[in-house]
């Protein structure tokens, strides 16, 4: 917490933290795998330039630079001495301002790690889950920076996640402020068409993920063609395949949408999943330059 280790039972903010109450806080998430070499987290240096961008957006000044962020997150997996674990960066306004004008509160930095499974079950990832349009749409640029992976911008997600649990699905997919299809609560969504690879654009009220990204690699350099366009929920109930893409969520395959099922055994998805995990692993050497070691 802002430059120094502290126990986990004392990391602690006050009470009118300014976040608390306004969601003025922007964060990350990121994961660190078990390889062959020892622990290394995937693409790290990129999770940490998004980060200030986010922070940017929200006119926070991270007083940390990327490197110094990316040195703070490997001593905390050292000094927790974990193999495997979820990382959480979170820059937030801290307590010395209350109101809606926040640009005399301090800016704090907190990194935690600790670990963390597949967030949508190890069944998921082979069986594939469950989806439901959401009837919560996603705002736009001119409403919220959308780009900004901000704090209380995932109320938002929570609604939506918690509408499609409460109807029986694991997860849900929204739209945007025009109708089309945009991404889970937070996750990016991948159609596959005829070995084409669809996905949504950045004006679709998407953040653009970095797993996401990593997979447009993946996908070209295995010979499919991926675009980027509108997509509407008829193409989802169409799709061949199609597979959510996150941090949390890793690849995660998609085998029901309100009620349309999308039959295995998905070649597509798979493929792509296998060498997502080869490379997070350090299995595959033509990625290795994502992984930063331990």
Request: glycine share 8%; proline share 4%; with cysteine.
């Amino acid at each position: 917490m802002d430059g120094e280790l502290v126990d986990w039972k004392n990391a602690r903010i006050h009470i009118l933290t300014h976040a608390l109450h306004y969601g003025s806080g922007v964060f990350e998430g990121i994961r660190c795998y078990n390889t062959k070499k020892g622990p290394a987290v995937f693409r790290l240096r990129e999770h940490m330039q998004r980060l200030h961008r986010s922070a940017r957006l929200y006119r926070m000044s991270i007083p940390y630079s990327v490197d110094e962020l990316m040195s703070a997150t490997k001593d905390v997996i050292k000094a927790n001495n974990l193999k495997e674990c979820y990382i959480r960066p979170i820059v937030y306004r801290g307590y010395g301002e209350m109101g809606l004008n926040p640009l005399e509160a301090p800016i704090n930095v907190s990194i935690a790690v600790w670990p963390w499974g597949t967030y949508l079950g190890e069944d998921g990832l082979e069986n594939g889950i469950r989806a439901k349009i959401s009837s919560f749409r996603r705002l736009n640029s001119n409403v919220i920076p959308v780009s900004a992976k901000a704090t209380g911008q995932y109320i938002n997600s929570i609604l939506a996640k918690i509408e499609a649990l409460d109807s029986g699905f694991n997860e849900a997919i929204m739209l945007d402020f025009r109708g089309f299809l945009s991404e889970g609560p937070g996750e990016n969504l991948f159609l596959v068409s005829d070995d084409t690879l669809h996905t949504a654009p950045e004006h679709a009220s998407i953040l653009p993920g970095i797993t996401r990204d990593s997979v447009f690699t993946i996908a070209q350099d295995l010979g499919y063609q991926v675009k980027q366009m509108d997509l509407t929920r008829e193409m989802l109930y169409l799709a061949d395949e199609a597979f959510y893409t996150g941090t949390a969520a890793e690849l995660t395959p998609i085998r029901e949408v309100d009620g349309w099922i999308i039959e295995k055994p998905w070649p597509v998805t798979k493929k792509l999943q296998n060498v997502f995990f080869n490379t997070v692993k350090g299995r595959d050497d033509k990625y290795l330059g994502w992984l930063d070691y331990i």
